[in-house]
């Protein structure tokens, strides 16, 4: 939300957009029509009205291209029938919009479809398109009573969901620099000509929505941190949000860890002449250690999350300030820098407990009373170099499963937003749960090679007379015997546990919210 700066909007701006906001007239314009539909709050005719309430063509297709042409040419200052930067701060700046440079260059990447660094006439008109739909859904979800318009009483608590709190005084400031009819509301016209060349980042409600949450979790605590917001961290709730998710994610993995025991099992034994299968591989289990052994490996596997979680949002915190930056919300590349040295540095402080984990899982019946004298038995007969086994191939697998896991959810909370939101941009539940899904399984995918190649390395000294090797020998030995198929050993059970680890995290997650009086985000 912008704040009281007016914006003085040209009659040029407001002229290319259809004054009667008839969806009639609208949806009978082909191409760049839906620049100017101006139905959502600006009024609108009556279903059978022909030209709209005005009366005249202004809604034929024709002269609304005639209208985004004016505005073209009034902003194309050099003539040369494409706008770049200089053009845009120059025929804005003569309309009474003066943006950043930064704005205006979000702008042009954002319609630039050629990578020429500037906008054609039909890239502009794409833009409009896009932008003006994304404007749309913002509209309707700031209009909390669904009359068309938005009031100071809708802004204050649409900035206080945001964890920003601003008196009515002050959201009745935000509404003078937008209301041009002095009605102190605005309707969709007014909405839409104030933030119509706005990038839309500057826009924090379609980022609210997209929050990438901490209720994701699949067994591997390598994701980019959750944001919280001022007053989240002043009142204390983001230590409750932490609690929530580190109390899903304990109970996802209790649940899952069958499979996440089968998947240790196949990544250090399965190989051409030992082909394990899940079946065969779960029989093998109970025969050796009765239904109980299922579950070995996950009591550290569970207590590790604490620590973890604790000491990777404590890194991203500081992480943020070392940055400099001084946003609410990151950038992107800014939260993957942030979001891997963090997870870096929680995974170094917690290692010993992922080598713990790896030898719990993989021991024999009587082989260890319990997870100190496990502990005790690796310090003894390998020393304390033991406990950091596998660590290289660890770091290098946070950036590869935290770059791709991120890159993955933006791209499909972009595809969602451009596609299939029509009403507001509230996802909801179903498509915010397959889109982590399906960015952590991706994320999983491409790091897992890695992941493979760590857990042999942790589980060396459990393999009697097995050699000393390198990640990079590990690697190659695993290419010339098995193949490249090799570095995938247990993939399946890998695969199959995510879906009901997304599920059940995200059910105790919103559980455990309500009983520690967590409101929604």
Known sequence: MPGARRSLASPVVSGVLCPCGSPRAAAAAPGPASVTDGGGGGGGSAPGSGAGPCGRALCEASEQERRLRALFQKLDVNRDGALCIHDLAVGLGRLGLHRTELDLLKIVKAGDKDLDGQLDFEEFVHYLQDHEKKLRLVFKSLDKKNDGRIDAQEIVQSLRDLGVKISEQQAEKILKSMDKNGTMTIDWNEWRDYHLLHPVENIPEIILYWKHSTIFDVGENLTVPDEFTVEERQTGMWWRHLVAGGGAGAVSRTCTAPLDRLKVLMQVHASRSNNMCIIGGFTQMIREGGPRSLWRGNGINVLKIAPESAIKFMAYEQIKRFIGTDQEMLRIHERLLAGSLAGAIAQSSIYPMEVLKTRMALRKTGQYSGMLDCA????SKEGM??????????????????????????????????????NSADPGVFVLLACGTISSTCGQLASYPLALVRTRMQAQASVEGAPEVTMRGLFKHILKTEGAFGLYRGLAPNFMKVIPAVSISYVVYENLKMTLGVQSR
């Open 385 to 422: 170099a033991a406990f950091y086994k596998g660590y290289i191939p660890n770091m290098l697998g946070i950036i590869p499963y935290a770059g791709i896991d991120l890159a993955v959810y933006e791209t499909l909370k972009n595809a969602w937003l451009q596609r299939y939101a029509v």
């Open 376 to 379: 005790k038995n690796i310090l």
